[in-house]
């Protein structure tokens, strides 16, 4: 399993890393903390991804 920083979350979702943490925070997106900062599993940013079209097309 391959884990990404906020940082690196956010430049593959092409949001701000404020965003990823509001993601984080909500529940939205899962995420471990390491320390003082998170850790987003890859999978969990292509399935948030992959939700979110999911949703636009059916809405």
């Known amino acids: 399993m391959k884990f990404l920083?906020?940082?690196e979350?956010?430049?593959v979702m092409r949001?701000?890393?404020m965003t990823?943490?509001?993601l984080v925070h909500t529940g939205h997106l899962a995420?471990?903390?390491v320390g003082r900062s998170?850790?987003?599993p890859e999978q969990a940013v292509?399935?948030?991804l992959r939700e979110?079209?999911?949703d636009q097309n059916t809405g």
């Open 31 to 33: 995420a471990i903390r």
């Open 46 to 48: 292509h399935e948030y």
């Open 5 to 7: 920083t906020v940082a």
């Open 9 to 11: 979350a956010a430049g």
């Open 52 to 54: 979110l079209h999911a």
């Open 20 to 22: 990823v943490y509001r």
């Open 15 to 17: 949001v701000s890393k």
């Open 38 to 40: 998170f850790r987003v």
